[in-house]
């Protein structure tokens, strides 16, 4: 079964896309669980921290800037947000491809609030 955020990335899926460059896409969350609720995710398949290689980590920099710089387009940067990555079954990820969540746009509290 191919990766649905892999297909989302080449297109074969649509989403609402807000970034994209040779390394990471950004679009938002199908399912909201806030005002602002955006995924940002490297093109290559990396099933979760868990699999990430040394040379990968540069990636998760690069991803929590991308989220940086759409929180501010958002208009949340000076409010507050949060980035969160999911990491296995305990850690609540539902898809095996790698991606941070940005949440926004309203108080946020425990867990992923
Ligand atoms: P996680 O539970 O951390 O693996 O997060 C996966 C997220 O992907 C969930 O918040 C889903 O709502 C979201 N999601 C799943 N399918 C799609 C899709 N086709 N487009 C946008 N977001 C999606």
Do not use: W, Y
Not at 7 to 27: G, N, P, V
Not at 46 to 69: C, Q, W, Y
Not at 104 to 110: D, I, S, V, Y
């Amino acid at each position: 079964m191919p990766c649905i955020f892999c297909q989302i990335a080449s297109k074969e899926i649509s989403s609402e896309l807000l970034h994209e460059d040779d390394d990471l896409i950004a679009f938002r969350d199908i399912n909201p669980q806030a005002p602002v609720h955006i995924l940002v995710l490297p093109k290559k398949h990396i099933t979760s921290l868990n699999e990430m290689k040394d040379e990968d980590f540069p990636l998760l920099g690069k991803m929590a800037h991308v989220a940086r710089e759409l929180a501010t387009k958002e208009g949340i940067v000076e409010r507050g947000f949060r980035i969160a990555v999911n990491c296995g079954q305990e850690g609540g990820q539902t898809v095996g491809h790698l991606h941070m969540h940005t949440l926004g746009g309203r108080q946020l509290k425990g867990e992923l609030g």
